[in-house]
């Protein structure tokens, strides 16, 4: 168990694309299905070039606006096993519990619906095509991500609460800064040992199910 967490008073937020599925679901869609030219777009998000909002943008122009064919390709990756079980636990224990994604999150509710938990994450009009972001902090310092995921983590802190963000990659970086409690692995634990932050590393979620409910 994480020594002083009062899980009733801990708001978790959780990232989607590689930490609650075994794989990030948008690089998977782009790989099968979009234009190649995506490589170079998601390498100038990496180098800090450009900032999610424009990435996800032009990745979108590149796949086909298919909505069938998009659902059916992105409901072949998997959830990790110990997602659900960990969002049920931590709701019966009393926590906060939010999906933060910065993808194009469609996806995200066609996995996670159903649970009833808040999801922030981007949207899709399938009646236009178009990528929308209604997470979007337009008076954020860097205001660039599609969704803010620091947003939701200073709401947390305002109302008292101890937060927690368990997340993979890029997009968790400027909220990883504010987190009382991070968990990390993969891009994001390299990135936290070269900026000094700090940090529990895990590979899957039963590692982050052990540590915040001892199951």
Known sequence: MVPGIDLPAASVFLDYDGTI????TGVALLEALGDPAWREIAAEYERGD??????????????P??????????ARIEVDPDAIPLIEGLRAAGAEVTVVSDGFGFYVHEHLGDLGVPIVTNVVDWSTGALEFPHADRCCAC???????????????????TSVLVGDGVSDQKAALLADVLFAKAGLARWCDLAGVAYRRFDALASVRAELLGS
């Open 21 to 24: 599925s075994v794989r990030d």
């Open 50 to 63: 450009i900032g999610s909002r424009v990435c996800l943008l032009d990745e979108w122009d590149l796949l």
């Open 65 to 74: 606006k298919d909505r069938a064919g998009l659902v059916a390709h992105a």
């Open 143 to 161: 205001s660039s991500c599609g969704t803010c995921k620091q947003a939701p983590i200073k709401d947390a802190k305002r109302r008292g609460r």
